[in-house]
């Protein structure tokens, strides 16, 4: 057998053999003299026959046009023709009988192309072909710094060559990585496949990364809601929100509207493990002491409080992003937090009032006294020009009505149980509620000009057993 080289000028790097025969030829009288023997070329692919050419140049030929063709198509991939064994059985004849169309196209039928990969193999599976073992490692890497700096990985891979050097005391606000691992077993192997699945590495990181290429979108229908269109997935709620970070919960979806209903699986897992140190605030108890000359209810801060700090070093697990767990090493107190201290009335409000009459307002004089004015009575007294606005209680007493009321604008009156009740109006706002003991001088509301108010004043109504009194008999 004579096997003759013909696509040697092409780059595919496993050549086809292909191989012709030899015979024997013979001499038969006048018929060769009359050349009226042919010869006629079989061809067989591995092994099978294809059919009979008068030449091998039309096979020959059709080889050199699908190289040229794939090495277009596949530019920069590491091809190879399958099948890979071609063969020309010459027969001297007297009459032809080829089929050069017939088998050309059974030739061509048989001609594939494959590509050479290296497969990324999770767990025994093979999930990502990439064109070599150089591209394998630099998706897996590159698949890891997802989940960890350059600078980060660099340093670790420089520790691990120096594995008893002594690593350096963390300062307050830094972090190192420890460990970073896939948990699944990753391997490699060669294999030889379609080159239309040959990845690039930027291809393969996000297989990895999303457990597909393909991502699949739905159309609003009427009557859809998120949470339907959840379920018809086979999705959590949180998962279609993560798919579709600018969709709410509670939004209402639009006819034709496309979602994202691809639910992402990582094919590989990345365990970083890192430990880091951090001032940490410590909180302040609020402790309360009782004061008996407040009123109860009554409220005030004695001390301030002040947060502490802390120094913790803590080592941290995360599992593609997300911390699953956190252990404490260590703890250095660095300033105790400071107390706050609230004191709290226990003095009772007596609801009872005296009968004495204290001045509701913080200074100020009588700019209108009870009687009529422009042909109208007048029923209490005006306060005006105080120095300082708070309205108080002129006596102990329960709030029986508090809140806006027409030409009083906001207006308190409080029953002081004793036959007495006393009246505060236009105040600005009102500081107590209906049901509530207050005491003599206790705050009930700011002076101000609401209501049929020609200024900020404070209009002071006294009654007893529900009789208009003149206030002016009451106050001190």
Do not use: C
Not at 50 to 55: A, C, E, F, Q
Not at 134 to 157: F, G, M, N, R
Not at 412 to 420: A, D, E, K, P, Y
């Amino acid at each position: 057998m004579n096997f003759i080289q013909s696509i040697s000028n092409k780059r595919l790097i496993k050549k086809i053999a292909i191989s012709t025969v030899a015979f024997t030829t013979l001499i038969i009288g006048s018929a060769v003299a009359d050349n009226q023997i042919s010869t006629d070329y079989h061809v067989y692919v591995n092994g099978e026959r294809m059919g009979t050419v008068d030449n091998e140049q039309v096979i020959t030929s059709l080889i050199d046009e699908k190289i040229s063709k794939f090495e277009e198509q596949y530019k920069g991939k590491d091809l190879e023709f399958v099948p890979d064994d071609i063969v020309f059985v010459p027969e001297h004849v007297f009459r032809s009988n080829v089929n050069n169309t017939e088998t050309i196209e059974k030739v061509e039928s048989e001609l594939q192309i494959v590509a050479k990969a290296s497969a990324i193999v999770v767990d025994g599976e093979p999930v990502a072909y990439v064109k070599s073992q150089e591209d394998a490692d630099e998706a897996i890497k590159q698949y890891k710094l997802k989940y960890v700096s350059e600078e980060d990985l660099t340093d670790l891979e420089a520790r691990e060559k120096t594995p008893d050097t002594e690593l350096p005391e963390l300062k307050v606000g830094e972090s190192r990585i420890l460990d970073v691992s896939i948990t699944e077993k990753v391997s490699f192997s060669d294999e030889k496949i379609n080159p239309t699945d040959v990845l690039s590495v930027k291809e393969a990181v996000k297989l990895l990364e999303k457990g597909t290429l393909e991502e699949k979108k739905y159309k609003v229908q009427p009557g859809d809601v998120l949470g339907s269109i959840a379920v018809d997935h086979d999705l959590t709620m949180k998962e279609i929100l993560k798919l579709n970070p600018k969709i709410s919960e509670d939004e209402l979806l639009q006819i034709d509207q496309e979602i994202h209903v691809t639910a992402f699986k990582p094919l590989l897992t990345v365990l970083v493990n890192m430990e880091q140190s951090k001032s940490v605030e410590i909180d302040y108890t609020i402790k309360t002491e009782e004061d008996s000359s407040m009123f109860k209810g009554d409220q005030k801060v004695k001390q301030e409080g002040k947060e502490g700090e802390k120094i913790v070093t803590s080592s941290i697990t995360k599992s593609n992003g997300a911390t699953v767990e956190t252990k404490q090493l260590s703890e250095e107190i660095i300033s105790e937090p400071v107390d706050k201290i609230v004191l709290k009335g226990t003095k009772v409000v007596p609801s009872r009032g005296t009968g004495q009459l204290t001045w509701p307002a913080v200074g100020g004089y009588i700019s209108s006294h009870v009687g009529y004015r422009w042909g109208q009575m007048h029923k209490g007294i005006d306060i005006a020009r105080p120095s300082d606005r708070t309205i108080k209680a002129a006596d102990n007493g329960t709030v029986v009505s508090a809140g806006y009321d027409g030409g009083y604008g906001n207006k308190v009156v409080i029953n002081h149980n004793n036959g007495l009740r006393t009246v505060y109006a236009h105040l600005s706002s009102i500081s107590v509620s209906v049901g509530q003991t207050v005491s003599q001088g206790q705050k009930i509301g700011v002076m101000g000009s609401t209501g049929n108010s020609t200024g900020v004043h404070l209009h002071f109504e006294v009654y007893k057993n529900g009789n208009l009194q003149n206030p002016m008999d009451y106050l001190k």
